[in-house]
């Protein structure tokens, strides 16, 4: 999984991608005690990781206090695109939030990501907003 973020890492966060696996592990611990954040891998018949992405359920108080399904790290094996893995994997992700009983399913992605951009609207999402992030 480390090796999809770092193969996808564009902008600000590529320098940040490192191979020390210390804060992965410490974040996969955290994710592992918090049931609104889970993680979903794709693998290939051999057993190699192609595909993942974070899906963590947002509260607040818009939309009837009902939560939001944020999709991030949305990841697929640049020679395993285009066979529907990313599909598969976004169709799970809303059918969960449907479940959880989620408003929306929202995710950003990079400007550079153009490709990325068409698959989401394939899927019916809309580029209804401007997102803006201060690195830390």
């Known amino acids: 999984m480390i090796a999809l973020i770092e193969a996808g ?12 696996i ?36 947002v509260y607040g108080l818009a939309f009837q206090g009902k939560p939001r399904a944020q999709a991030e790290s949305v990841h697929v094996r640049a020679d395993f695109r285009s066979q529907g893995i990313g599909t598969q994997l976004m169709a799970h992700i809303i059918q969960r939030a449907r479940e959880k009983g989620c408003c929306m399913v929202q ?20 580029p209804s907003h401007t997102g803006f992030k201060l690195m830390l």
């Open 22 to 57: 210390g804060p992965y592990l410490a974040a996969f611990r955290h994710m592992d005690a918090h049931p609104d954040t889970e993680l979903y891998v794709a693998r290939s018949r051999d057993g190699d990781v192609v595909g993942m992405l974070i899906l963590s359920f």
């Open 9 to 20: 890492s564009v902008g600000a966060r590529a320098p940040a991608e490192t191979g020390d």
């Open 107 to 126: 995710l950003t992605s990079n400007k550079a990501r153009d490709n990325a951009h068409r698959f989401y609207e394939r899927l019916g999402f809309v």
